[in-house]
C-alpha cells in the first residue's frame, strides 16, 4: 500500500519561513510528478508547485520568488522551503505523487493526508 505523509508544518509570523516535507512510502516502482497543493477554509484546492522526475519545477504566480519546490528521488521525498510567508499563505497544505505502484505497474495518483500552515499578521 502507497502512502505520503507530509509533516512540518505549522504556525509562523508574517515574513518567516517553513519547510514542509512529504515522505512516499509502500510498494513504488517510480514516482513520476510531485507536487504541492492547498486549500484555505472556504476556497477550493490550488496547485502551489510541481516537480518533474528530472527536476522542472512550476510555481502558482501567487508563490512564485517565495517558494520552492524540491525533490530527493533516492529518499522519494518532497520538500517546499516557503519563505517570506503571508497570512493569505494559511491553508492545509497537501502532497500529491503521480507514481507507478505494485508488481503490475499499475499508474496511479496519491494524496497525503495534509499539514496545517498558519500565518499570522
Known amino acids: 500500500q502507497v502512502r505520503l505523509v507530509e509533516s512540518w508544518g505549522g504556525l509562523v509570523q508574517a515574513g518567516g519561513s517553513l519547510r514542509p516535507s512529504c515522505v512516499a512510502s509502500?510498494?513504488?516502482?517510480?514516482?513520476?510528478?510531485m507536487a504541492w497543493y492547498r486549500q484555505a477554509c472556504g476556497k477550493q484546492r490550488e496547485m502551489v508547485a510541481t516537480?518533474?522526475?528530472?527536476?522542472?519545477?512550476n510555481y502558482a504566480d501567487s508563490v512564485k520568488g517565495r517558494f520552492t519546490i524540491s525533490r530527493d528521488n533516492a529518499k522519494k521525498t518532497a520538500y517546499l522551503q516557503m519563505n517570506s510567508l503571508k497570512p493569505e499563505d494559511t491553508a492545509v497544505y497537501y502532497c500529491?505523487?503521480?507514481?507507478?505502484?505494485?508488481?503490475?505497474?499499475?499508474?496511479?495518483?496519491?494524496w497525503g493526508q495534509g499539514t496545517q500552515v498558519t500565518v499570522s499578521s
Open positions: 516537480i518533474t522526475s528530472g527536476g522542472t519545477t
Open positions: 500529491n505523487a503521480d507514481l507507478i505502484r505494485g508488481l503490475d505497474r499499475m499508474r496511479d495518483d496519491y
Open positions: 509502500g510498494s513504488i516502482v517510480s514516482i513520476n510528478t
